[in-house]
């Protein structure tokens, strides 16, 4: 990164301290931006970039609640609305107890930039709580979802700040929120959240989007060379709504996926995974990935606190947290001969497993564009709310697949353009950042 990018990262560092995943975020896409600045001055004179990473505005509130024992509980709540040069803030919410503002901000940032590469008319935001739900009561999680959206539901709205589900925020959290921002507002809005459930305004395919879409956009990478899903053996972290709905599509395309993982370990099911199964421990009865190994028997290993990147794999889909994948993880990878990595959770792979990935020549499909699927798909909820209308599973899945081609070849003919052949990192970054940078030139200083 040349020295201008390089002050402005550290005026970003110095004004955000303590922020290390927001740190990273901003390094991994400065890095990319150098041969933007020579080719287009303009856009430092208009600090464009400091713009950017300073978010329009960050709400943190105090969420309380009344545990079933009637005790009084605190959590705390974010939303982050970074940038709203192409569309009202867009992202998700997270739950989960490492949350603090410094994951919200990375996550917020990335959106800004994956939205972007979607082509559709939306802003990046995030938010979310350090609210625990595992081990919680269906009507524990509606009261904490009641009081989050008690001062939540102020700042949002379809055409504010539109949230949807992340990490811990499902369809269940959807709808407590949802029917809070209801009664409090007395407006049916369906277009104020996204993930909502099929009979009341959700979108056919959101479920399965992300996960499908960063399949769609792996099959695209590797049919730049003359390869594809059949045959490959596959490894998915995390067993989420991102890595069984990954999982899933891959099957389809002709995959074996051995392996799948959750915080306490990881399991390795030779024969392929039953995904149906996982699906009913995982959603249904909200369980761990060990429920697996037990109920398929000794066909399948299940490793207690291990690290699911020990399993060898041609296609790696890393579908569970930031940092996951490090680079003693990836140097095994490439060892085994891994030929494919695309990022359905949100930068899971550390700056060093990347760079190791993108030295060796292999596939390497960052989040940004490889799961913006899920966000894509929201905005097409957003356009079916706005229409009053509900299209079909078969409409939906042609429109992701046709945006998920779309971000593959934008990301590849920039990464041309910018000299930087096969890098879908710079071509994610280049492609997204002047975009936005494009619309707040033209809306003056904002
Ligand atoms: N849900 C969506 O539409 C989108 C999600 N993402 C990203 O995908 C990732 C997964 O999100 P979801 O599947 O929605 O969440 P989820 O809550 O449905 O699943 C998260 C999964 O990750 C696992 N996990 C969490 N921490 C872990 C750790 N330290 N080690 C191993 N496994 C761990 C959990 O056990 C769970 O299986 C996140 O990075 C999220 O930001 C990205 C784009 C859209
Ligand atoms: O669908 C959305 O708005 C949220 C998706 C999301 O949080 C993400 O892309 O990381």
Known sequence: MDQHLASIRDEVFRRNPGEAEFHQAVTEVFESLEAVSRKRPEYAEAAILQRMCEPERQIIFRVPWMDDAGRVQINRGFRVEFNSALGPYKGGLRFHPSVYLGIIKFLGFEQIFKNSLTGMPIG?????????PRGKSDAEVMRFCQSFMTELYRHIGEYTDVPAGDIGVGGREIGYLFGQYKRITNRYESGVLTGKGMGWGGSLVRPEATGYGAVLFTQEMLKTRGASFDGQRVVVSGSGNVAINAIHKAQTFGARVVAASDSTGYIVDEAGIDVDLL?????????????????????VSYVAGGNVWDVDATVALPCATQNELDDVAA?????????????????????????????????FG?????????????????????????????HTERRLSEIMVGIHDRCAATADEYGMPGNYVAGANIAGFVKVADAMMAQGLI
């Open 331 to 363: 140097k095994r990878l490439i060892e085994a001969g891994v030929l494919a990595v695309a990022e359905g959770a949100n930068m899971p792979c550390t700056t060093e497993a990347t760079a190791l990935f993108q030295e060796a020549g292999v596939l």
């Open 279 to 299: 699906r009913q421990i995982k959603e249904v009865e909200r369980g761990r990935i060990s429920d697996y190994a037990e109920r398929r028997g000794s066909k």
């Open 366 to 394: 960052p989040g940004k564009a490889a799961n913006a699927g899920g966000v894509a798909t929201s905005a097409l909820e957003m356009q079916q709310n706005a229409s009053r209308d509900s299209w079909s599973f078969e």
């Open 124 to 132: 990046g935001g995030k938010g979310g709580s350090d609210f625990d």
